[in-house]
C-alpha cells in the first residue's frame, strides 16, 4: 500500500504565496505522473497541474504563470508553488500518483490519493 501525504496548506492573503509538497511512502512502487486537484467548496474537484516522469508540465489556463510543479524523484515528492494567488484559488488542494507496483509476475497500476491540504486566500 502506497501513501500520499499533503502539506504546506494555509492563509495567505491575495498576491502571496505557498508551496505545497506531497509525497509518497510505501513499499516496491515506482511512480508515474503526478498532480494536483484542487476542490472549492460546492464545486468538483479539477485539474490544476500535471508532470510526467519525463518532468512534462500541463497546467489549467487558469493557473498557467502563477503556479510551477516539479518533483523531486529521490524523495518520492511532487511539489506546487503557487505565486500571485487569488480569493479564486481559496480550495482544499489534493494531490494524487499514478504509481505501479508488482504483483507476483505482474503488475498492478493505480491512482493514489492525498488527504488534501486547505489553502485559503483572503482579499
Known amino acids: 500500500q502506497v501513501q500520499l501525504v499533503e502539506s504546506g496548506g494555509g492563509l495567505v492573503q491575495a498576491g502571496g504565496s505557498l508551496r505545497l509538497s506531497c509525497a509518497a511512502s510505501?513499499?516496491?512502487?515506482?511512480?508515474?505522473?503526478m498532480g494536483w486537484y484542487p476542490q472549492a467548496p460546492g464545486k468538483q474537484r479539477g485539474l490544476v497541474a500535471t508532470?510526467?516522469?519525463?518532468?512534462?508540465?500541463n497546467y489549467d489556463k487558469s493557473v498557467q504563470g502563477r503556479f510551477t510543479i516539479s518533483r523531486d524523484d529521490t524523495k518520492n515528492t511532487v511539489y506546487l508553488q503557487m505565486n500571485s494567488l487569488k480569493p479564486d484559488d481559496t480550495a482544499v488542494y489534493y494531490c494524487?500518483?499514478?504509481?505501479?507496483?508488482?504483483?507476483?509476475?505482474?503488475?498492478?497500476?493505480?491512482?493514489?490519493w492525498g488527504q488534501g491540504t486547505q489553502v485559503t486566500v483572503s482579499s
Open positions: 510505501g513499499r516496491g512502487f515506482t511512480i508515474n505522473a
Open positions: 508532470i510526467t516522469t519525463g518532468n512534462s508540465t
Open positions: 494524487t500518483a499514478n504509481i505501479k507496483q508488482s504483483s507476483g509476475r505482474a503488475y498492478v497500476i493505480t491512482d493514489y
